[in-house]
């Protein structure tokens, strides 16, 4: 197998400022019509989110501060994920400029630091707990970032529906899920057809970069991107920046001896 990654050691953070910076009725009738209508409900979102998801659902509340950033600046730079509804980047941001997504951004540490410092890039940030989108908010809002828009939801939506083919400088997903139990394989986010669809969306050239500290899911993903031909390892140029800040999540993982294993994939020419 053709070795795809790279093992990476614990580097400093030139954005340390932004990581601390950086969820009776008595009608016998009444009751089964709602039942049947609760009925019809599950059918239709089974129909429309057949997929078994590679993220977990949480709970959690969100602090004064964090539903006050919410209030004020979700209604411009947040949207939930929609199945009908495709994007326009350039009216969303009010410019032109080379575009990237992250997919599980988590609570934005790496999402506001990397766009502090290439501010002529616009990011779309992708996930699906609410407070910790509300803590990338809170850090937009400190460090005044205009180049960065979120979406709350699954990140295979906005993939399939949200996206114009051929639109994306770039693609990152960084410390996926490994969903380590064999059982939970099939929940994983990097399987072949997830490839497909980000190749999809990728314009010529454009690139898609992983990072792990899962051992096991990096052989898994490596044997992925062996198995298609649509992105490829090699010199080629990176539109942007791929120097990621060193998250608290990947100190422990050094502690722990775990090293992060990254993907620089390209997506080769139509």
């Excluded at 009776?24 to 057949?50: C, N």
């Excluded at 590679?54 to 964090?66: D, E, K, M």
């Excluded at 730079?77 to 009216?91: C, F, M, N, Y």
């Excluded at 791929?242 to 722990?256: L, N, Q, S």
């Amino acid at each position: 197998m053709r070795d795809y990654g790279r093992v990476t050691s614990p580097r400093s953070n030139p954005n340390s400022e932004l990581e601390h910076a950086a969820e009776s009725t008595s009608d016998v009738s009444e009751v089964t019509d709602a039942q049947a209508d609760r009925d019809a409900e599950r059918r239709e979102r089974a129909r429309l989110y057949p997929r078994v998801t590679s993220f977990r659902s949480r709970r959690g509340s969100l602090t004064q501060a964090q539903q006050q950033n919410w209030e004020e600046l979700w209604p411009r730079i947040g949207r939930d994920v929609s199945e009908t509804e495709q994007l326009d980047p350039p009216a969303w941001f009010g410019r032109i400029a080379p575009l990237i997504l992250e997919i599980g951004c988590g609570t934005g540490t790496s999402t506001a630091a990397m766009a502090a410092v290439e501010p002529e890039v616009d990011v779309i940030a992708v996930d699906v707990y609410r407070p910790g989108i509300a803590q990338l908010l809170g850090a937009i809002k400190r460090a005044d970032l205009d180049n960065i828009r979120v979406i709350r939801g699954d990140a295979v939506i906005v993939l399939k529906n949200m996206l114009a083919p051929a639109s994306l400088a770039g693609v990152r997903v960084f410390f996926p899920d490994p969903w380590p139990k064999a059982r939970h394989h099939k929940r994983r986010l990097l399987q072949p057809e997830t490839l497909v669809q980000i190749a999809g969306v990728l314009r010529d050239g454009g690139v898609l970069h992983i990072a792990t500290d899962h051992a096991e899911y990096a052989e898994s993903i490596a044997a992925v991107i062996e198995g298609q031909s649509l992105l490829i390892a090699g010199d080629q140029p990176v539109p942007f920046s791929i120097e990621r800040p060193v998250t608290k999540f990947e100190g422990r993982a050094a502690r722990e001896g775990r090293p992060v294993t990254e993907f620089v994939l390209t997506r080769v020419p139509r």
